[in-house]
Every structure is written in structure tokens, then in C-alpha cells.
């Protein structure tokens, strides 16, 4: 009996690691897809996110660019967190309408695609894509 407890334990820390190391798998997919981390851009980001920090919700900004198509991703400590701030914050409210049917959410983190081009439909199903891990 003890061991079967062990295992649950084991299997339910796994799956709370696994989802909230999302980044990890996120960031891997944008950088096959052809797209860079920018570490100096994700601090300028972290500069526009003042009303987080004002809120003191926990946030931290990624940003990956490829020409002239960014994606930006919020990620949060948890699940939870990310769902409760999104219950607090109307910003982060209008960026998802629905959680759980939302192509801009993957475990702890959020997608804010932008693109500049005459085709930025393709260009933002093409970020949601790989976001979501379909590319």
C-alpha cells in the first residue's frame, strides 16, 4: 500500500513539473520553426508590462522573432496562477475570451502573436501553430 501511495505521489509530481515546464517545449518549437529567442527584447517587453507589476501579478515576458513575425509569451509560475490572474486582470481577460478553448494558451503560458506583413493572418496561424505545437 505504501508503494502504490509513493507512485500517485511520484505520477502527480511529474504531471504538475511537465505542466508547468511549458516554456521549455514552447521555446524549442519557435526555435525549429526558424525563430530567436531575444533576451534584450524580452527585457523592453518586460518594460511595457508596468500594469502587471503594478497589479503584482507574477509574470515573466519571451519574446521570439522571425523577420518581421513576434511572439511574445507570458509565462506564469502555474496553472493556476495564470487562471486566477486571468480572473483578476481585464487586459489579460480580453486577450483570452475563453481559457479553455483558447489556441493562446498552453499550460502556464500565453500567446500574444504580432506580425507586419500584407499575409499577417497566415503569419499568426502560423505562430499559434507552433505555440500549440502543430508545427
Known sequence: ?????????????????????????????FEKAGYEYSEEAAQYVEELMAEFEDK????????????????????????????EELEKSETLKGLVKDLQKSDFVRGNCILIPFAIAFDYEERIQEMIDIFQGRK
Open 1 to 29: 500500500m505504501k508503494n502504490f501511495r509513493f507512485l500517485i505521489v511520484l505520477l502527480a509530481s511529474l504531471l504538475l513539473l511537465v505542466g508547468c515546464n511549458s516554456l521549455t517545449i514552447i521555446r524549442g518549437d
Open 56 to 83: 503584482k501579478i507574477n509574470v515573466r515576458p519571451h519574446l521570439f522573432s522571425k523577420g518581421l513575425n513576434y511572439a511574445i509569451v507570458l509565462e506564469f509560475n502555474s496553472v493556476k496562477e495564470m487562471e
